[in-house]
């Protein structure tokens, strides 16, 4: 699949994360204490980098199929990808919202954070990916044991 591409999709996912990371630094987002403080309802500065990043995103979601019917770098059409409700969302969202507020720092902004000179944040790093891991580990036996067979009838 990766074959089917754009040769541009690798470098300009890589300017993508540049732009991202240099606008979180820029914004103070990648800093800890910011995201604690919005949390705590002390400085709203955090929601105005939320919202904009919202009202931008939402434009080129509704502007770019109206040009093309196909991605440019991908090639696949576009479309919704619609993930159903469920209580996987709602555990997973609850301890990443519970990681979030004990960190004060979320998965982007921690390399954004590493990248402004923030080398404690390597311990929340680290968190993540064993927190990820263990995820991934979890979620395998569970599929693992739910297509064993039960025994012979």
């Known amino acids: 699949m990766s074959q089917q591409r754009?040769?541009?999709f690798m470098p300009l996912i890589f300017v993508g994360g540049l732009i991202f990371g240099f606008g979180l630094g820029f914004s103070h987002m990648a800093r800890p204490e910011v995201v604690l403080n919005f949390l705590q309802f002390e400085d709203f500065g955090l929601l105005f980098v939320m919202f904009g990043a919202a009202i931008v995103t939402g434009i080129a979601f509704?502007?770019?199929p109206r040009i093309s019917d196909r991605a440019p770098l991908t090639g696949r059409p576009y479309?919704?990808?619609?993930?159903?409700?469920?209580?996987?969302?709602l555990v997973g969202g609850a301890i990443f919202g519970v990681g979030w507020g004990l960190s004060g720092i979320c998965p982007g902004a921690a390399y954004a954070s590493l990248g402004v000179g923030n080398v404690t944040i390597l311990w929340a790093l680290a968190g993540m990916?064993?927190?990820a891991y263990?995820?991934?580990?979890?979620?395998?036996?569970?599929a693992a044991s739910e297509t064993t067979p039960a025994g012979a009838d």
């Open 6 to 8: 754009h040769p541009l």
């Open 62 to 64: 509704a502007v770019m």
């Open 79 to 89: 479309g919704r990808r619609l993930k159903s409700f469920d209580r996987n969302v």
């Open 129 to 131: 990916f064993v927190g």
């Open 134 to 142: 263990v995820q991934g580990y979890w979620r395998s036996q569970r």
